[in-house]
């Protein structure tokens, strides 16, 4: 890790003092061990603080939309996960190729701050480091290691794109994961199984958390509407109301806006400060159009049509046994 | 008055209703409800129409607003596969609906409740068969509880 530091640092510096990029993406440390933010760079002198650790979480490319109108040529690190989410981007039509230049990280996976909390609890953590076999957990007087699985992110223990999908340069080694592409299909199936009496209390219960906070939707990469339906008034279809029906009502309506758009990043759920797995909702979709439509991965190219804006004559469907003439 | 009639009052009001909502295409579906009418055809009166230009102007939203609102069951009707009027337009109610159907039950609402059909003009017989078989469907699972809007009263 940091071997890539050095590397990020360096590539930075000289692109911006090359004068190549106006402005870079990166993220920087903060105050305590857990936390890596995203840091926007223009001064060379300013690369330094750059950094590359177990806790660069955040999909820095839907930044994009906001910084591309202001510069004409921007710099950004990108992860496996950030990779897709940049093509789907490009393919929604939010940012342009050629104003970017793209950094690509291999990623073995991020920490997630919250299962560090659960394994040394009252602790006071102040340094994760990666060791061998997985990473070292240390506080003022002890240390303790624990493996990856125990405490990476959920979404990074199923994730099916570790390097990334489009770059210019890559900087690290492409890192093998064997993870099977159905295996993150497998809590879909766990309430798929469920009578629809579960299925509704079950989600009824995640549901009633939402406070509505709109965060699954500001980090989604495929949720990049300039104006969401959710902030038309005019539309009238945000009901502001805290009952049952309206958070379903919202959740539905999210994760359907995003059909065959989701890159399964996973980041809806991360963000849910109610803890709300919203990626159960995204992946019974994903699952959907793969059983029905064949197999589509959002994001693995920013060229093929994505399946609900295309059709073919002789699709199936999944509300009659004939599929129509 | 007895207190026997009142009782007979009261539950011939408590006796389920169902409320169907069906979403028709203007060219085929509507004009399919239009010939199960002038053909004196039995369908219950239960069932509320919405004209809709296509079955793809359907959107997500009107459905769940009329599971919130008070529908029971919900209907969305066009044109078969190729005849549409747009020429397309319901190639995609195909597939969105696909999807929405399975999502729909994905949360618990019963797959029962939710139906997708293709009514032609000439199918007055089928468009009466559809209702009849939904409000059946719906009537046998009872009131629907799901997704209601806690304000709403019927």
């Not at chain 1, 050095?6 to 990029?21: D, F, G, P, Y």
């Not at chain 2, 579906?29 to 004209?51: E, F, H, Q, W």
């Not at chain 2, 003009?121 to 559809?130: D, H, I, L, M």
């Amino acid at each position: 890790m940091e071997n890539i530091t050095k590397k990020i640092r360096a590539v930075a510096k000289q692109a911006l003092i090359n004068k190549e990029i106006d402005k870079i993406l990166g993220w920087k440390k903060g105050d305590l061990w857990s936390e890596s933010y995203p840091v926007f760079i223009t001064k060379p002198e300013d690369a330094d603080s750059l950094i590359w650790d177990s806790f660069c979480i955040n999909n820095l490319s839907k930044y994009l939309i906001k910084e591309l109108p202001k510069y004409d040529k921007i710099g950004i690190f990108i992860k496996g996960c950030d990779s897709t989410s940049f093509n789907q981007l490009l393919k929604d039509n939010r940012i342009n190729r050629e104003n970017v230049v793209l950094y690509g990280i291999p990623c073995e996976g991020m920490v997630d701050p919250e299962k560090v909390k659960k394994i040394m609890l009252n602790d006071r953590v102040t340094r994760v480091k990666k060791s061998e076999n997985g990473f070292t957990l240390t506080n003022k007087n002890t240390s303790k290691d624990v493996l990856g699985e125990e405490i990476k992110y959920d979404k990074c223990l199923t994730c099916t794109s570790p390097n990334p999908v489009v770059y210019d340069q890559l900087l690290g080694d492409v890192v093998n994961n064997n993870v099977n592409r159905e295996d993150r299909f497998k809590g879909v199936e766990e309430i798929e199984s469920m009578t629809p009496d579960e299925r509704y209390n079950f989600w009824k219960g995640e549901f009633q958390r939402c406070l509505r906070c709109n965060a699954c939707r500001d980090i989604c990469p495929a949720c990049s509407c300039v104006k969401c339906v959710f902030d038309n008034s005019d539309a009238e279809i945000s009901g502001k109301a805290k009952t049952e029906g309206e958070d379903t009502f919202f959740h539905i309506v999210r994760a359907y806006h995003v059909a065959g758009r989701c890159v399964d990043c996973g980041e809806c759920a991360r963000i849910c400060p109610a803890g709300i797995p919203l990626d159960k909702l995204n992946r019974k979709i994903i699952k959907d159009i793969n059983e029905v439509y064949g197999e589509f991965n959002a994001g693995l190219d920013s060229t093929t049509p994505a399946p609900l804006v295309t059709f073919k004559l002789e699709d199936a469907d999944t509300f009659s046994k004939q599929g129509g003439k | 008055m007895s207190l026997d009639t009142n009782t007979n009052i009261i539950d011939k009001n408590e006796e389920f209703k169902p409320l169907i909502v069906a979403f028709c295409c203007n060219w085929c579906s509507y004009a399919g409800a239009d010939l199960a009418g002038t053909s004196r055809l039995n369908y219950p009166a239960n069932i509320k129409i919405i004209r809709v230009p296509c079955s793809c102007r359907v959107n997500i939203n009107f459905v769940l607003r009329a599971f919130q609102n008070g529908a029971d069951g919900v209907v969305i009707a066009g044109c078969h596969p190729g005849d549409c009027h747009y020429s397309t337009g319901n190639y995609h109610t195909r597939r969105r609906f696909s999807l929405i159907t399975n999502l729909a039950e994905y949360v618990g609402v019963e797959k029962e409740r939710f139906k997708v059909d293709w009514i032609s003009a000439a199918e007055g017989n089928k468009f009466a068969t559809v209702m009849n078989d939904i409000l059946e469907d719906v009537y046998k699972l009872g009131p629907n509880k799901k997704l209601r809007d806690a304000r709403w009263k019927i």
